[in-house]
């Protein structure tokens, strides 16, 4: 994969202070990128800049204030230009609810930074966009594969696909791409709220599920979204990082 077109380029990664976020800020700046991250926690801004290259920037914001993020863009791109490729990572660890146990407001709420968090992060960037850009958004394997009590992750998943595609056609005029990585289950911060014993337990029975017979890492699915910026011919795709999870 020929990374050299990131070189000099502004890329925004919004969840990008831990997990696959920062490894995608950080492979973007390894290719050359100028390197923003946001999150909502400054805590994580400042972990996040001592592992990223010198000239990297870092802000603190709630991703599900469209008010906040819309005036995060509007700094960016005074202080820093305008972006070139913009990564949505965020997301919190999704609980398994059975439908019997559902609790519709609970479900509503992991919709707000996964999607409606996606969706308003495009829009505030959207004027900031330099033309011939791109963007790429999160979704994962439960939209084509879900289990028992997935409903509410499966649907989350499902409508940022869709999501992927009406904004490629949205932004194909300005010749801006929209993507989406879907992610397997990822060796990752995402699940250490898990006691220890049932992470690992998690990562064994999924490598034991899938062809490739291991958990992916945060660096593999990093260079999906590297791919999805430097394509030029990719848009209103959805890029399966999974060891062939859809599969078994």
Do not use: K
């Amino acid at each position: 994969m020929d990374t050299t077109s990131l070189r000099s380029r502004h890329v925004v990664v919004l969840g990008g202070t831990s997990g696959i976020g920062l490894a995608t800020a950080r492979a973007a700046a390894e290719a050359g990128a100028v390197v923003t991250v946001a999150s909502s926690n400054p805590a994580s801004i400042e972990r996040s800049l001592a592992e990223l290259p010198e000239g990297a920037h870092g802000h603190a914001v709630d991703l599900t204030d469209a008010d906040a993020v819309g005036r995060l863009f509007t700094r960016l791109a005074a202080d820093v230009g305008p972006v070139d490729h913009l990564a949505y990572t965020a997301g919190e660890p999704l609980a398994l609810m059975s439908l019997d146990e559902l609790e519709l407001d609970r479900a509503r709420q992991f919709f707000e930074l996964r999607y409606f968090g996606a969706l308003g992060a495009v829009r505030a960037a959207a004027p900031h966009l330099r033309d011939g850009g791109s963007v790429t958004l999160t979704s994962g394997t439960a939209s084509a594969r879900p289990g028992p009590g997935w409903a509410v992750a499966a649907s989350i998943c499902g409508a940022t696909e869709a999501l992927t595609r009406a904004l490629a056609v949205d932004l194909a005029p300005r010749g801006i791409r929209v993507n989406a990585v879907a992610p397997g289950v990822i060796r990752s911060p995402l699940w250490a709220s898990m006691p220890e014993a049932d992470r690992e337990e998690l990562y064994r029975l999924s490598a034991a599920s899938v062809p490739l017979g291991r958990v992916g890492e945060v660096d593999d699915v990093a260079s999906a979204y590297l791919f999805t910026m430097v394509n030029p011919y990719t848009t209103g795709t959805v890029l399966t990082v999974d060891g062939g999870t859809v599969l078994a």
